[in-house]
């Protein structure tokens, strides 16, 4: 059983910073990419940004140069780092990997619970 566990969101005032952290844990064979997404309220979720397993990162539009995603491939670890947060930034954030377990041929979506981030104007 493979589990993501978040951590990190808060209400933070605008032009502040937040970082998030997602930790994979249970019967994991390989990670393929890693990433995070946000859903505000009345909207989709959207895509802010992944990495993959080599490194190579993407980020959406709204959070370029702003936003920095890490991740740590022996700890089984994402990070998301947020500077100069906005209002707009305000969301609940899931963690999401691509993840094969040790007993599996297959690579599956998986999710965390959500964390709230909150940007105060």
């Known amino acids: 059983q493979v589990q993501l566990v978040e951590s990190g969101g808060d209400l933070v005032q605008a032009g502040g910073s937040l970082r998030l952290s997602c930790a994979a844990s249970?019967?994991?064979?390989?990670?393929?990419?890693m990433g995070w997404y946000r859903q505000a309220p009345g909207k989709q979720r959207e895509l802010v940004a992944e990495v993959t397993r080599g490194g190579s990162s993407n980020y959406a539009d709204s959070v370029k140069g702003r936003f920095t995603i890490s991740r740590d491939n022996a700890k089984n670890t994402v990070c998301l780092q947020m500077n100069s947060l906005k209002p707009e930034d305000t969301a609940v954030y899931y963690c999401?990997?691509?993840?094969?377990?040790?007993?599996?041929?297959?690579?599956?979506?998986?999710w965390g619970q959500g964390t709230q981030v909150t940007v105060s104007s």
């Open positions: 999401n990997a691509i993840i094969r377990g040790s007993n599996s041929r297959l690579f599956l979506t998986y």
């Open positions: 249970g019967s994991i064979g390989s990670i393929n990419s």
